[in-house]
């Protein structure tokens, strides 16, 4: 994939940095005798710069003309500026990724400020902001850590489908059985299989011979 124009020149700046940082300055300068980061140092730390002043050596400028509504236009946006000011060329300077907040110079020197009328950008649209790094890897797979959790989940959980029916609870006062009706029988138990018959062959046998025997007599 062949390079952009934005991607080569990142890539001479970067180059040119490191060149600087790792080689210029810790070579020996052939008119000094010394390497020009051990001359610079010598003196001691460089004393820091004023916010204030770090900040203008980063802000823009653009020229415009006060119109007679006392008012200028900057990339779409309006602002209000000193009446004074009406038809003068004046300077304004500002954040690039601010233009809310604009400075008003006329040959030089400091006039105020230009109060936002209309705003509609509020970033300067030559304006580039570096992209986010890319996140640092942890080295932590999330989706299989979640994907692990769901399968314990599921071998711990109860299969109702093979549980068995649990047995009916005993009455905590049983109750006497009724009693049968009198002058019926009980029904006869089961034979030696298992199976039940309305009437108790045996007995039934007993009455029919006792009968027999009876008649006999008579």
Known sequence: MPLTAESRHRIKAE???????????????????????????????????????????????????????????????????????????????????????????????????????HISRHVHPKARTDPAPPPTPTGIDYLRLVDDRHTRELETRLHYATLDAPPNPAPAHPQPAAPEPAGQPSPPPPDPDGHHYPTDLIGLADTEQADTEQEDNQ
Not at 18 to 29: G, N
Not at 42 to 61: I, K, N, S
Not at 92 to 107: N, S, Y
Request: aromatic share 8%.
């Open 15 to 117: 180059s040119i940095t490191a060149w600087v940082e790792t080689v210029y300055h810790r070579r020996v300068h052939s008119e000094t005798g010394q390497p020009p980061l051990t001359r610079f140092l010598a003196g001691g730390p460089p004393p820091p710069v004023p916010a204030d002043r770090l900040a203008e050596a980063f802000r823009w400028g653009e020229w415009r003309t006060v119109n007679s509504t006392a008012t200028v236009s900057l990339h779409g946006n309006r602002y209000q500026v000193d009446p004074a000011l009406a038809g003068a060329r004046v300077e304004l300077v500002f954040d690039p990724h601010d233009l809310t907040d604009i400075a008003v110079r006329h040959h030089g020197r400091p006039v105020g400020a230009a109060t936002p009328f």
